[in-house]
């Protein structure tokens, strides 16, 4: 079993930056995937960044250049660096992992992840 437990959501204004944390057991193995997806209220659960053990990162489109996914693996700790904050960021923000590698084009997809965290909610103000 993997225990993920996300912090760091809150409120800011449109071109402000967060960073989401997520203290993640999973950093005991030796070969994982792990993310982070958003939903917004009457959306679909969407991707946005993607890591794996090999360091190797994804990004949805509508991120690129403004979030940055990160890992410290001492620390047990997956990082979303936010900048640049947009109103349609504002989601409940869910980190996701799987005990193995996953090829680059699955890692943006909720179906292939086995265990999620509870969540934690962004808002961004204009």
């Known amino acids: 079993q993997v225990r993920l437990v996300e912090s760091g959501g809150g409120s800011v204004q449109s071109g402000g930056s967060l960073r989401l944390s997520c203290v993640a057991s999973?950093?005991?193995?030796?070969?994982?995937?792990v993310a982070w997806f958003r939903q917004a209220p009457g959306k679909e659960r969407e991707g946005v960044a993607s890591i794996d053990s090999d360091g190797s990162t994804a990004y949805a489109d509508s991120v690129k250049g403004r979030f940055t996914i990160s890992q410290d693996v001492a620390k047990n700790t997956l990082y979303l660096q936010m900048n640049s904050l947009k109103p349609e960021d504002a989601a409940t923000y869910y980190c996701a992992a799987e005990r193995r590698r996953l090829a680059i084009w699955f890692r943006l997809s909720r179906n292939v992840y086995s265990y999620w965290g509870q969540g934690t909610q962004v808002t961004v103000s204009s």
């Open positions: 999973v950093y005991s193995d030796n070969e994982y995937c």
